[in-house]
C-alpha cells in the first residue's frame, strides 16, 4: 500500500506499540498483562509496518525469521519450567533467585525469576507465531495474485 498517511503514522505508532508491548509483558506477573497480550501487541506493530511499507520492510524490522523468534521462545519457557523442576521440585514453580526474606519476614530483592522467563517465552512465541502466519499469508496473496 502506498499511502503516506499511513507510512507517517506507522513511523511513530509502531515504537509506541513496541514500547508498550514491553510495559505490558513486565506489569504481567503482577497485573493484567503478560506475555500473550504483549506478544500481540508487539505483533500488531510488524503487521502495520508491513501494511504500510510492505513484507520486506516488515521481515527487516523483525530482524530474524518468525520461527527462530518462536523456537527461542519455546526454549525459553522451557528453561524456565525446568528451573523450577530442578530448583524447586514442581515443574513450572516459581523460582526468585533475587529476593531475600528478612527476619522481621518482609521481603527485599527483585522480582525477576523463572516466572519473568515464562512471560518472555510465551511474548516471543506468540511475536513469531503470529506475525510468521501473517506474512505467510502475505506471501500467498503475491503469489497468487503474479
Do not use: C
Not at 501494511?51 to 524456565?80: F, N, Q
Not at 515443574?91 to 522467563?117: E, T
Amino acid at each position: 500500500m502506498n499511502s503516506l498517511v499511513l507510512s507517517t503514522v506507522t513511523r511513530l505508532l509502531a515504537p509506541l506499540l513496541l514500547v508498550f508491548s514491553i510495559f505490558v509483558l513486565l506489569r504481567g506477573h503482577n497485573e493484567p498483562g503478560g506475555g500473550f497480550i504483549g506478544g500481540l501487541l508487539a505483533a500488531i506493530a510488524f503487521i502495520l509496518i508491513n501494511k504500510a511499507e510492505g513484507t520486506r520492510v516488515a521481515r527487516r524490522a523483525l530482524r530474524m525469521l518468525p520461527l527462530t523468534l518462536a523456537g527461542l521462545g519455546l526454549s525459553a519457557s522451557l528453561v524456565a519450567g525446568f528451573w523450577g523442576l530442578f530448583a524447586g521440585g514442581s515443574f513450572l514453580q516459581g523460582i526468585w533467585p533475587l529476593i531475600s526474606v528478612q527476619a522481621d519476614g518482609s521481603k527485599a530483592g527483585i522480582a525477576a525469576g523463572s516466572i519473568l522467563l515464562f512471560d518472555i517465552g510465551v511474548y516471543l512465541v506468540v511475536i513469531g507465531a503470529v506475525t510468521g502466519i501473517y506474512l505467510a499469508l502475505e506471501d500467498g496473496i503475491a503469489r497468487s495474485l503474479k
